[in-house]
């Protein structure tokens, strides 16, 4: 049996991403890891960094991206793309590199494929989510996060990444397109086992000041051009006593880049949210009441929304 790890970049050093450490937490169980790596800026140190992790195992596929081609965030998914295309694993392990998985975990995952390698009913594997929000000591439970998503599929030419690589499909026919990338038609949800094992994401930990620099970014990926012109320097994560406390241990490769954290002074931990920004989505009282109901009496699992998965038992 033979796993491989993929993912996309650019600019993850410029866009504060551990790109490194994500990669590290699950090298140990890859054959190989390719990384589709994009046009980075000339001050962007994302190769340096990559190339530190010293490993054979690592494969670089140099990119360009295109979010006129591909926009609404389809460059992700068509990066995501690009880097499976290289794999050539029997399973093929997805991690987005603002996430990571804790070392205690990997025995049960390479133990997972190996069993149901030869179980053709299984296209891949369903992994459950924490979403870090603010600083490292806060998540969200909340129903506007998704709370499980597939990040190990089969390796097989008609499973492609979608939306904005959030997750994969089947596909009938293909030809790469924006259009592709967006469509339900001609296409079908991945049968998945789930896994009792955690995703940690970190795309919300950022200083304030760089987690703006993210939102003007992805505005640009996702419009063409920015439409967030007017966002204030500091981002405001709101009062973090409304988010879950975490009180478990994050993965050790995340040792090094968790020890960088020097915004808390500009962080909020008490209080009411600041009336004079947008209300974020979770703040809302419609989301709350959701939340609540879900993390009370379902055991964190969503009422209603739309699951891209088809779970065997």
């Not at 009282?285 to 379902?298: D, H, I």
Request: net charge positive; hydrophobic share 30%; glycine share 6%.
């Amino acid at each position: 049996m033979k796993i491989s790890g993929f993912t996309f970049i650019k600019n993850g050093d410029k866009l504060y991403i551990p790109t490194k450490e994500s990669i590290l937490s699950i090298l140990p169980i890859c054959d190989e890891f390719v990384i589709a790596l994009g046009d980075c800026d000339a001050d962007d140190k994302t190769e340096e960094l990559i190339a530190s992790i010293n490993s054979p195992k690592i494969k670089i596929v140099r990119t360009i991206w295109d979010t006129k081609k591909f926009p609404k965030n389809t460059e992700f998914a068509h990066q995501t793309d690009l880097a499976k295309e290289h794999c050539s694993g029997d399973w093929l392990f997805y991690l987005q590199c603002d996430e990571a998985i804790h070392e205690k975990d990997l025995e049960t995952i390479k133990t997972a494929c190996q069993k149901e390698l030869k179980n053709k009913n299984i296209d891949g594997f369903l992994f459950k989510y924490l979403h870090f929000w603010g600083d490292y000591n806060h998540y969200h439970q909340s129903h506007v996060w998704y709370n499980r998503e597939i990040r190990i599929i089969r390796n097989l030419p008609e499973i492609h990444s979608w939306k904005d690589a959030q997750s994969f499909r089947k596909f009938e026919t293909w030809n790469g397109t924006f259009h592709d990338y967006q469509k339900k038609e001609g296409s079908k949800k991945l049968n998945v086992k789930e896994l009792d094992v955690y995703v940690y994401h970190y795309g919300y930990v950022r200083p304030p000041i760089m987690m703006t620099k993210k939102r003007k970014v992805s505005s640009t990926s996702y419009h063409g051009e920015s439409k967030e012109k007017e966002l204030p320097q500091l981002y405001d994560y709101g009062a973090l006593n409304k988010v879950s406390v975490f009180k478990g241990t994050h993965p050790k490769t995340m040792a090094p880049w968790i020890a960088k954290f020097n915004w808390k002074d500009q962080l909020q931990y008490t209080g009411k949210r600041n009336p004079n920004r947008p209300i974020l989505k979770h703040e809302k009282l419609k989301y709350r009441l959701l939340s609540w109901v879900e993390n009370t009496f379902r055991n964190g699992n969503p009422i209603g929304g739309f699951k891209n998965y088809n779970l065997l038992q």
